[in-house]
C-alpha cells in the first residue's frame, strides 16, 4: 500500500484543519485509511453524526482500499459480471463524532474466501491536540462481511481469480 505524508496542521480564524489524504499505517498491521470530514448533512437534531451514516463512512473507506488496490467496482462489474455486497455488519458505537470533526475510517482484512472476505472496520477521530491516527481515540467499530454475487442474478459467485489473488496479498 502506498504510504503519504503525514498530516499537517493549519489553524484558521474558524477551525484547525489538519492536512488529510488517504494513508497507510505500518504495513504490519495491514490497514487502510481514509479521512472524512462531519458535514451538517451527516449530523442529527442533537448535532452528533446519526448512526447510520457511520455505514457510509465504512462504505467509502472499503471503496477506496479495493481502489488503491487496483479494484475499480465499476470495472469489475462490466468485464467479471460480479459486484460485491454487503451481507453482514455488526457495529459497535463507543463514542459521538461531531460537526467538523476529522474522523480516520479504516479497512483491514480480516478473512478471506473464494466468495467473500470480512474486513475490520473503525472510525477515529482525529483532533489537532492529537494527530497521531494510531492513537486516536475509536468512536465506532464493525466487522463486515462482503460477498461476491454476479451482477445479473445476483447469486453468490466465486470472486474472480486476479481479484481473489490481489485480496489475498492484501491480507498478509
Request: hydrophobic share 40%; glycine share 4%; proline share 6%.
Amino acid at each position: 500500500m502506498r504510504t503519504h505524508p503525514p498530516s499537517q496542521t493549519v489553524s484558521t480564524p474558524s477551525a484547525t484543519i489538519l492536512h488529510m489524504s488517504p494513508t497507510a499505517l505500518p504495513s504490519a498491521e495491514n490497514v487502510f485509511t481514509w479521512p472524512v470530514r462531519v458535514y451538517w448533512e451527516d449530523t442529527d437534531a442533537g448535532g452528533i453524526v446519526f448512526y447510520a451514516n457511520y455505514l457510509k463512512y465504512f462504505e467509502r473507506a472499503r471503496t477506496e482500499w479495493l481502489r488503491a488496490l487496483g479494484i475499480a467496482q465499476s470495472a469489475l462489474q462490466q468485464t467479471q459480471g460480479c459486484i460485491f455486497v454487503v451481507s453482514d455488519v455488526q457495529l459497535k458505537y463507543l463514542r459521538s463524532a461531531r460537526l467538523d470533526d476529522q474522523l480516520l475510517v479504516t479497512a483491514q482484512p480480516l478473512e478471506m474466501g473464494r466468495s467473500s472476505f470480512t474486513l475490520r472496520q473503525e472510525a477515529s477521530l482525529l483532533t489537532a491536540d492529537n494527530p497521531d491516527a494510531n492513537a486516536a481515540p475509536v468512536l465506532c467499530r464493525a466487522t463486515v462481511r462482503i460477498g461476491c454475487v454476479n451482477s445479473q442474478t445476483h447469486k453468490p459467485t466465486r470472486i474472480p481469480g486476479t481479484v481473489l489473488d490481489v485480496l489475498n496479498a492484501s491480507a498478509r
